[in-house]
Nanobody, 117 residues
Framework: VQLQASGGGLVQAGGSLRLSCAAS???????????MGWYRQAPGKERELVAN???????NYATSVKGRFTMSRDNAKNTVYLQMNSLKPEDTAVYYC?????????WGQGTLVTVSS
């Protein structure tokens, strides 16, 4: 299993980024039925779940990102997205996707988001 996140970068506070995470062919057949999540891990902190989405598009968000982040998915492309607006320095972290229920698949390398003040 491979989950390849991309789209990170350096952005000023108040800016926006759109992350993507594509699943490998080995899980194409089960990707669409899994609740998927975006996680992040800031330096010196534990990994946390910031958003999740059901197979049919219902979403939930951590309080810290609610109203600023929007998660979506394209099951035909086996990809999930995270639109991040009004970014804050405290959003700086490595962002990963994985399933949000059950034992996580192997973690990918993630994509680094750095928000400067």
């Amino acid at each position: 299993v491979q989950l390849q996140a991309s789209g990170g970068g350096l952005v000023q506070a108040g800016g926006s980024l759109r992350l993507s995470c594509a699943a490998s062919r080995s899980i194409f057949s089960i990707f669409s039925i899994n609740v998927m999540g975006w996680y992040r891990q800031a330096p010196g902190k534990e990994r946390e779940l910031v958003a999740n989405i059901t197979y049919d598009g219902s979403t939930n968000y951590a309080t810290s990102v609610k109203g600023r982040f929007t998660m979506s998915r394209d099951n035909a492309k086996n990809t999930v997205y995270l639109q991040m607006n009004s970014l804050k320095p405290e959003d700086t972290a490595v962002y990963y996707c994985n399933r949000a229920l059950g034992v996580p698949w192997a973690w990918g390398q993630g994509t680094l988001v750095t928000v400067s003040s």
